[in-house]
């Protein structure tokens, strides 16, 4: 079913070309925001008549003599030359039942694409900490939109898997006694800490760490075991998580670095043979005339080092390549630290001008902020060093245990200690993602985990409330949807706006939207519910408002998934 905009759009596009505007000008339809500009807007008119050099007015009164709109009861034209549409209340209650009966609340696109989305990616030398949050529970939420639209969605998680701190953790296991090394292994991130300090302390220590990462590089087998071994609980760490987290990714989607390996020689090559390559100062660059540093010298993207040694850039080309051939991908989605932003510029401008990458394949950073502590500072523990995401998550369903505790004190304790977790997880992912993507924001544990304002609990609560309807309501008698209050017309056309916020986080990875769409849609709700009763209506009325408020249950309930939240019956 079509998005109202779109319904409206074609009739529109009609009547513009019957009123003489050129074909292709845009008819701008937007939701009006408030009710004296009655449902949605036409905005393009004034352009075209800036185009036509015409009066705005008088062209927008030939577009309405044109237009022939059933699903409306009135058009007029207001301002400079908008034009405002009033929907029938008859045609939107229509819209409502229509929804309530089709299979998905979530549109399927009409041009399934295969899209790859890079997202996560830690590096396996350590556990995941803090730093890791945004790129995982943004990313998890943008491919479950997409994948809801019908789209083929291939995660993809380029965990750092390879490179030199390895030789320095494969050194430090050798030393340990075999039987505690699995005890020891279960913090990685004490063993890593260790593994610095000797290597920072101790010569022959060190001198070993870099034997072990050229016998590692030359396929020794005592040192690939160790190294497996390593990534093995480093990636259970991970997947602890990610399960935590409610996030999807598993081990099928996990391609490390080192699963390019052999491909980073022949990237090398390529990028020779096709005149991309030069050397400088012994390394091997890639100059590109947009890539220019400071005092206008150029910027090179280094591929191999002059030791021999492959870098960071050249696994992401290689990376990219894999994506283009073998995936067969028509876009790739990077949600990856604002930090990087150069670094993917460069290895996509690369990959596209020696044509690992079709043209037509569309490349984007979905970059992101950092997370700050209240004082506005980059999050840490108390002691100044980086907090593992685990203690994180754990710390976030302990104080939501104590949160629904003390609202709720009569659920038994077991069930609290599930709405704990729930809560909990889902005011840290809400948080984040209620935030613009793109810029830093503050972590703040009160205000997540607030059941006012814009958060999950107030969200995951709004929906209890509306199932505690039901409960109440007992059996119902299925009538017309009939929309006769200013409180119904307002929320049964914000339900349909619906596919225009989830549209939007899958064109622009920007998952802000939705959370403001669904918090938006609650208040609208809660403004309908005090102004219209439900349970002490008449039976008509009370089955119509019923359904709104079911199609409003199954739309915040919907719209949660889609960004990895889970709701409840009560909380
Ligand atoms: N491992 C990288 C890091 O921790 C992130 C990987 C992002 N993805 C990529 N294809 N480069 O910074």
């Known amino acids: 079913m079509p998005s109202i905009s779109q319904t409206l759009e ?35 008119i004034m352009g075209a008549a800036k185009k036509m050099r015409t009066n705005p007015r008088v062209l927008a009164e030939q577009v309405v003599k044109h237009l022939q709109l059933t699903m409306a009861t009135r058009i007029e034209i207001a301002g400079p030359g908008f034009i405002n549409i009033y929907l029938s209340p008859e ?69 750092g898997d390879w490179g030199t701190q390895f030789g320095m953790l494969i050194a430090h296991m050798l030393d340990q006694d075999n039987n505690d090394l699995a005890l020891q292994l279960a913090d990685l991130e004490q063993f890593y800490r260790e593994a610095k300090v000797r290597f920072d302390e101790e010569p022959a220590f060190a001198e070993a760490a870099r034997h072990y990462v050229v ?12 190294w497996q071994q390593f990534i093995d609980i480093s990636l259970q760490h991970c997947e602890a998580v990610y399960q935590t987290l409610n996030v999807l990714l598993t081990r099928d989607n996990v391609q490390p670095e080192s699963a390019y390996n052999e491909q980073l020689p022949v990237i090398v090559s390529d990028l020779d043979k096709v005149g991309l390559l030069s050397e400088s100062e012994g390394a091997q660059c890639v100059f590109l005339d947009e890539f220019m540093g400071k005092n206008n010298t150029p910027l090179p993207t280094i591929v191999q080092k002059s030791d021999g040694g492959y870098l960071y850039a050249t696994t992401d080309l290689a990376a990219l390549r894999y994506r283009q051939e073998t995936l067969k991908t028509d876009r790739i989605v990077y949600f990856v630290d604002a ?30 902020g950092t997370m700050m502590d209240k004082s506005g500072r980059p999050f840490k523990t108390r002691t100044g060093g980086t907090t593992k995401l685990i203690e994180l998550l754990e710390e976030a369903q302990q104080r939501a245990f104590d949160v629904v505790s003390e609202k709720n004190p009569d659920i038994d304790e077991a069930e609290r200690l599930a709405i704990g977790k729930i809560v909990g997880i889902s005011a840290v992912k809400y948080a984040d993602l209620s935030k613009n993507r793109t810029t830093d924001y503050i972590f703040d544990w009160d205000a997540m985990l607030s059941f ?9 609560y709004a929906y209890t409330r509306i199932r505690s309807i039901f409960r109440k309501a007992g059996k119902i008698d299925h009538h017309k949807v009939v929309i006769t209050e200013p409180s119904e017309h307002q929320l049964a056309l914000q339900l349909l706006q619906f596919n225009t916020a989830v549209d939007h986080v899958a064109k622009d990875g ?26 002490k209506a008449e039976p008509n009325t009370q089955s119509s408002r019923l359904q709104l408020a079911q199609l409003t249950a199954n739309t915040l309930a919907t719209g949660l998934k889609l960004l990895g939240i889970n709701t409840m019956e009560r909380m």
């Open 510 to 535: 920007v998952p802000h939207y939705l959370c403001n769409y669904l918090f938006e849609l609650a208040g609208n709700f809660m403004t309908f519910y005090e102004a219209c009763p439900i349970l």
């Open 452 to 460: 006012e304002g814009n958060t999950a609990p107030y969200l995951q």
């Open 10 to 44: 074609s009739f529109v596009t009609n009547a513009m070309q019957l009123a003489g505007i050129p074909e292709g000008t845009p008819a701008v339809i937007k939701p009006s925001n408030r009710p004296e500009f009655g449902d949605y807007q036409i905005n393009g």
């Open 339 to 368: 930090r990087q932003n150069l670094h993917l510029k460069q290895v996509f401008a690369i990959a596209k001008k020696a044509q690992f990458v079709a043209e037509e394949t569309r490349l984007e950073h979905m970059a992101f």
């Open 215 to 226: 016998k590692l590089q030359a396929g020794d087998e005592q040192c690939l075991s160790h």
């Open 91 to 159: 045609w939107i209650a229509q819209q409502v039942t229509e929804k309530l009966s089709s299979a998905s609340l979530i549109e399927a696109t009409a041009e399934p694409q295969t899209i790859v989305v890079d997202y996560s990616g830690p590096n396996l030398a350590k556990e995941m900490h803090v730093g890791h949050l945004r790129s995982t529970i943004i990313g998890d939420a943008f491919a479950r939109v997409l994948s809801a639209q019908g789209h083929h969605v291939i995660r993809q998680n380029h965990v």
